[in-house]
């Protein structure tokens, strides 16, 4: 473990402040984030929808990675009254943003699976 004075941790933190594309990949890395997002995006907007769409993913990971994207108010949670409670998610206007650049992601992937193939 680092300790919190080096010159290590201190560059981190610094990064973490200060470099946007730093601050970006914070709020998306993660296994599962973009494609939790992009699943949102084209409303895939339950969990058993998106754990239909991403089988490998255990429960326990799509509740963490959910959390995580509403904590970064990239999704936001509405539950429903009703038995069994329905929970539904959606892209924040913030998220709503960055899907644009999820998309050039997504085409430039594509080239590159073709590249390799």
């Known amino acids: 473990m680092r300790k919190e004075n080096s010159s290590a941790s201190i560059n981190d933190r610094i990064l973490q402040s200060e470099c946007p594309m730093q601050i970006a990949m914070s709020k ?3 296994k599962w984030k973009i494609i939790i997002l992009a699943y949102i995006s084209e409303n895939e907007n339950r969990f058993s929808l998106l754990k239909k769409r ?9 509740s963490q990675q959910l959390r995580e994207l509403e904590n970064d108010g990239l999704i936001s949670r509405e539950i429903y009254p ?3 409670p329905k929970v539904e998610y959606s892209l924040t206007e913030n998220a709503e943003s960055l ?3 999820l998309k ?3 085409e430039w992937g594509l080239q590159q699976k073709e590249k390799s193939s």
């Open 54 to 62: 991403i089988p490998s993913i255990t429960d326990k990971m799509l």
């Open 82 to 84: 009703e038995i069994p």
């Open 104 to 106: 050039k992601i997504f």
């Open 99 to 101: 899907i644009p650049a």
């Open 28 to 30: 998306i890395n993660g």
